[in-house]
């Protein structure tokens, strides 16, 4: 059971590159959500899924994407990297939204747009 | 304004003090409450749960209050492995979105 998984680790990019961070996981949880973190703030959700085939918005969608084929994947997509994207991103997943659901986060993805 | 707001710290406190965060949340319809906890540059994991009866597990106690819209954190016994990061995260149940505080640094000294 290896929990939530993302690749790769570091990414540097050019400005107006694109790229997928992927996120899996095997707990065959229903939620996946991607944050990204920047120093000094909390985490900001990208977007989130409720299921396979259903995803929505979180606070700071603008120059992602994402896709939910099956319940284990939730890729992230930058369409145009800029440098306002060099973040930290994490993958996370729960069953559900309740206070008895644990939300679980992968070990993240640190990318550097330049 | 925020979803939910924490007072950033540092909090220095040596090794055996209590020590409480405070959070608040701006959403009366939120559903669910949690404290996290980031170690340096790792990813968050789920320090506890808040009922709104309040829970403790350990030397950690949590409450909630909903009246006037906040969530607390205790820690008794301070260790040195205690320094980390502390979120709140507040979901506001059927916009299925968890908000993140920005976070309270704890330093625990010797």
């Known amino acids: 059971n290896a929990g939530v998984t993302q690749t790769p680790k570091f990414q540097v990019l050019k400005t107006g590159q694109s790229m997928t961070l992927q996120c899996a996981q095997d707990?065959?949880?229903?939620?996946m959500s991607w944050y990204r973190q920047d120093p000094g703030m909390g985490l900001r959700l990208i977007h989130y899924?409720?299921?396979?085939?259903?995803?929505d918005q979180g606070e700071v969608p603008n120059g992602y994407n994402v896709s939910r084929s099956t319940t284990e994947d939730f890729p992230l997509r930058l369409l145009s990297a800029a440098p306002s994207q060099t973040s930290v991103y994490f993958c996370?997943?729960?069953?559900?939204?309740?206070?008895?659901?644990?939300?679980?986060f992968g070990p993240g993805t640190r990318l550097t747009v330049l | 304004r925020k979803e939910v707001e924490q007072d950033p710290g540092p909090f220095n406190v040596p090794e055996g003090a209590t020590v409480a965060f405070n959070c608040t949340y701006s959403?009366?319809?939120?559903?669910?409450f949690f404290w996290y906890r980031q170690d340096c540059r790792k990813e968050p994991k789920l320090l506890m749960s808040?009922?709104?009866s309040g829970n403790e597990d350990g030397r950690f106690t949590a409450q909630l209050n909903r009246a006037s819209q906040y969530i607390s954190l205790l820690i008794r016994d301070s260790k040195l492995s205690d320094s980390a990061t502390y979120l709140c995260?507040?979901?506001?149940?059927?916009?299925?979105?968890?908000?993140f505080g920005s976070g309270t640094k704890l330093n625990v000294k010797p």
């Open positions: 808040v009922y709104s």
């Open positions: 995260v507040v979901n506001a149940g059927n916009f299925n979105k968890f908000y």
């Open positions: 996370a997943s729960s069953q559900g939204l309740a206070e008895t659901d644990t939300q679980y």
């Open positions: 707990m065959n949880h229903e939620y």
């Open positions: 899924s409720v299921g396979a085939g259903i995803t």
């Open positions: 959403n009366s319809a939120s559903q669910s």
